[in-house]
């Protein structure tokens, strides 16, 4: 192997592949923890595994490096299935929410041993150690030991030291959660730059949607060892195929009400407190019931007496309660008995609505999503 030992010559060592995880249940005991996920992880993806805490994330990520073991199902790492092979012959690196680095060691030493244990040449491992720390931006802080680093230079010490022994697989388990919030937003900016030059297949684990949507090509949301919906950010935001996935990501608004012809050989959405919701697109026959979503940024007020606006619905309520956020006011509606969140852009001088004042608003049906749960 004709190693330069620059970090474009680490990121050149490493080929990405997919993951694929097929019908996979894991059980601890009683305990059905993972249940037939099926999941595909294209090469160079940076995919996150969602959800709130105990649906199952870790012990998902822990399969994949060879920590648990499934009842059913199969995990293949770029095509082969990797299921009998012990954590150590997966080719897969791992970095720990708690770091795990040596405190007896130096950053150098803590990098280097991985590299030692596989009996790579002293020669040879000095030159990849120092690949690594720069490529992290740590090379001036070889000497120190973990203690004398802050948490975010620890954080990058775990990762040069999985990334020098050049996995094929990156698993990430929350590791920007024992940082500070400001922390925080600058190390996942620097996490997604070190995973585009090495171009790695990289997973990560989170319970914060901020995170998985600022960083990650895609996100599977899990609940209760179910995948959810798999999706760029965006889609998940704009198109959640149900209503945990729309709380999940966001704020969302739900209506209750009851599918309707329209009278012009279409279908709407009818309930209390609102004119009737355009579905031009759904298949759900009439006298369906269900669940309207949409965002508060959906809702544009208006001032009375003023016609909806072409494709809008009208909806009329009272406000409960207010937040005022800077750049807009959060206004809580009751709407026929059920409270929907509002988000009204916010200019010097401009008046807010008191609480119990009546309220106007429209409804860009276009935007509004049926959704049958
Ligand atoms: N070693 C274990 N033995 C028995 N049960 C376990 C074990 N590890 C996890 N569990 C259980 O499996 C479920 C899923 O746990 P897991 O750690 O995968 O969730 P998670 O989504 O990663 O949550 P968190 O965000 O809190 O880490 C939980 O009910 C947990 O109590």
């Known amino acids: 192997m004709n190693h330069q030992f620059s970090p474009a010559a680490l990121a050149a060592q490493i080929q990405s592949v997919g993951v694929d995880i097929e019908g996979v249940n894991l059980s601890y005991g009683s305990n059905h923890v993972l249940k ?13 595994f969602l959800g709130p805490s105990g649906c199952g994330k870790t012990t998902l990520l822990r399969l994949i490096a060879g920590f648990n073991t499934a009842q059913r199902g199969e995990v293949r790492i770029g095509g082969r299935d ?15 929410q708690s ?41 001036h802080l070889a000497d120190r030991r973990p203690s004398q680093l ?7 010490v775990a990762l040069a030291r999985t990334v020098v022994v050049e996995p094929k697989i990156l698993l990430l388990d929350e590791p920007l959660s024992n940082l500070d919030a400001k922390l925080r937003v ?15 297949t990289t997973i990560f684990v989170t319970h914060d949607q901020e995170e998985a949507n600022t960083i990650c090509d895609r996100i599977a949301v899990m609940e209760d060892g179910r995948v959810q919906q798999v999706g760029t950010p965006q889609d998940l935001y704009d198109h959640p195929a149900n209503l945990f996935v729309a709380g999940f990501l966001g704020t969302a608004n739900v209506l209750d ?18 004119t009737p919701v355009a579905l031009p697109a759904v298949e759900a026959g009439t006298g369906t019931g269900g669940k309207l979503m949409f965002r508060p940024q959906n809702l544009a007020i208006r001032a009375d007496g003023q016609p909806p606006a072409p494709g809008h619905s009208r909806l009329t309520g009272t406000v409960r309660h207010r937040e005022f956020l800077g750049a807009s006011i959060r206004y809580a509606v009751d709407v026929g008995g059920q409270l929907v969140q509002v988000d009204a852009p916010h200019q010097a001088g401009d008046a807010l609505l008191p609480p119990d004042a009546p309220i106007i608003l429209d409804l860009a049906a276009d935007k509004a999503r049926f959704l049958r749960q």
């Open 99 to 139: 770091y795990a680095l040596w405190p007896h060691m130096t950053v150098r030493r803590n990098v280097a041993f991985g590299l030692e244990e596989r009996r790579v040449p002293r020669a040879e491992i000095e030159r990849r150690v120092d690949a690594a720390l720069e490529l992290v931006g740590l090379k």
């Open 36 to 48: 037939d996920v099926n999941l595909a992880i294209k090469p160079g993806e940076f995919f996150a």
């Open 150 to 156: 802050s948490g975010g230079q620890q954080q990058r």
């Open 82 to 96: 990797i299921s009998g092979l012990p954590p150590h012959r997966r080719d897969v690196g791992m970095v720990f």
């Open 257 to 274: 009400g009851t599918v309707r012809d329209d009278g012009a050989g279409g279908r709407a959405f009818v309930g209390s407190g609102f």
């Open 186 to 200: 600058q190390m996942r900016q620097e996490l997604l730059s070190l995973q585009r030059k090495l171009g790695l």
